[in-house]
């Protein structure tokens, strides 16, 4: 199977990079499954139903959150009644989080697909529920080759340690674990000894002359006077689309293949080459 995952979509700029490019990419790529993270979607914060309408009519059939899961008060009820949109699944069992951190979706071939999105512990919210013991749940209630053909896991996490240490975790367990949250993409992807695509960090969906998708401006002000002057916003620039290409075994739900992808805006550019695209080129 062939499964596409994008990291934070950023404002304006990263939802018009994902309508641009996404549905080239879903065409020479093949993808069977398309996973995007939309925790900063709608100006930079959160999701609104609008935002979501858009990012899945250009080709993304899962959206997942983060720590701005909220910043828009409509994502409380609107992820109610939309099942293509999960949320974190760590959040304390007190807190009654609407929606679900976990969903089992099929796609038109009837490949069934579960989807995670988990919260890292450190140097974020200090009140989320341990995410290791969360996803532990999830992937024995759904035994990847058995109860579903693909499992991708969206780690959305400050600290790379607890990234990684969780691409281990479920090493063997999953199709694919993937960092989201720092808005830049890391040049670690592989596949771990026991067949579970890993990337630390996706990156954005987000326009790179920017400081993590912010306009530099108010960031660089903070940084050198300590004053903060206005709000964040996104910058409006070409986005970079970034995210991870994962081949999987039809047996096993394994990862055969991972590869980086960065398409548009200005950071270097990378489509992975398949066969669908190799015989397309020859034609
Ligand atoms: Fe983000
Ligand atoms: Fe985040």
Not at 167 to 184: E, K, M, Y
Not at 220 to 229: C, K, M, N, Q
Request: glycine fraction near 10%; proline fraction near 5%; charged fraction near 25%.
């Amino acid at each position: 199977m062939r499964i596409g995952f994008f990291g934070d979509v950023v404002g304006r700029s990263g939802r018009e990079g994902i309508v641009r490019h996404l549905p080239g990419l879903r065409r020479r790529l093949g993808l069977e499954f398309v996973v995007v993270n939309a925790e900063n979607a709608a100006g930079g914060f959160g999701v609104t139903e609008s935002c979501a309408k858009e990012l899945f009519a250009a080709g993304a059939d899962c959206l997942t959150l983060g720590n701005h899961s909220w910043d828009q008060r409509e994502a409380l009820t609107y992820i109610v009644r939309e099942d293509r949109l999960i949320r974190p699944l760590n959040y304390p069992r007190l807190a009654q989080a609407p929606g679900r951190g976990a969903h089992l979706y099929e796609t038109p071939a009837g490949q069934r697909v579960l989807v995670v999105n988990l919260l890292g512990q450190r140097s974020m919210e200090p009140i989320l529920d341990d995410p290791f013991s969360a996803v532990d749940r999830e992937l024995e209630a759904c035994p990847l080759g058995q109860a579903c053909d693909a499992i991708v896991i969206d780690m959305h996490a400050d600290v790379t340690s607890e990234k990684m240490a969780m691409g281990h975790f479920c090493d063997g367990r999953a199709s694919l674990v993937v960092g989201s949250h720092s808005h830049v993409p890391t040049a670690d992807c592989q596949v771990l000894p026991n067949g579970t695509a890993y990337q630390t960090d996706a990156g954005a969906c987000a326009d790179y002359d920017s400081v993590i998708g912010n306009d530099k401006e108010e960031p660089l002000r903070r940084f050198t006077t300590r004053i903060p002057s206005a709000r964040h916003k996104p910058a409006e620039g070409p986005a970079t689309v970034c995210g991870v290409y994962v081949e999987t075994d039809a047996r096993t739900g394994l990862a055969t293949r991972v590869e980086a992808i960065r398409i548009g805006g200005r950071l270097s550019q990378a489509v992975p080459e398949t066969k669908a695209a190799l015989e397309k080129s020859a034609l």
